[in-house]
C-alpha cells in the first residue's frame, strides 16, 4: 500500500485520509468476506459469495456507511502495522463500530 509510509499502529487514521484509505484497495475479513469502497461513495460487501451493495462518507472526521433499507453506522478508523516478509512492514485497515467492537480487514 503505498502513500502511507509514515502511519503507526492504532493511528486514527486522520480525516483527510479516510477517503484515500478506503479506496486504497479491497478489505478482506478474518472471515473471508470481502469489501470494497468506491471512489463515488458506493461500497460492495460479499459475505459467502453473497454481494450487498450500500453508500459509505465521511463526516466530521468519521467514516459512515448506509446500508438500504435503513441501516446505518458511524465508525473510527485506526491503522494496524505488523512486520511482513522482506522487512517491509504490513498496514492493515481496523474499523471500530462500536467500541469494543473492532473488524480488522487486509488489503
Do not use: C
Not at 50 to 78: I, Q, V
Amino acid at each position: 500500500m503505498h502513500g502511507f509510509d509514515d502511519v503507526d499502529t492504532s493511528d486514527v487514521v486522520a480525516p483527510a485520509l479516510i477517503p484515500r484509505a478506503l479506496t486504497a484497495g479491497e478489505l478482506v475479513f478474518s472471515d473471508g468476506a470481502t469489501q470494497a469502497f468506491e471512489v463515488d461513495g458506493g461500497t460492495t460487501y460479499v459475505e459467502n459469495g453473497r454481494p450487498t451493495r450500500g453508500e459509505w462518507y465521511f463526516d466530521d472526521g468519521h467514516f459512515g456507511s448506509f446500508w438500504p433499507p435503513s441501516y446505518r453506522a458511524s465508525s473510527n478508523l485506526r491503522w494496524t502495522v505488523e512486520d511482513g516478509a522482506g522487512g517491509e512492514f504490513v498496514r492493515h485497515l481496523t474499523v471500530i463500530v462500536q467500541e469494543p467492537t473492532a473488524w480488522t480487514s487486509k488489503y
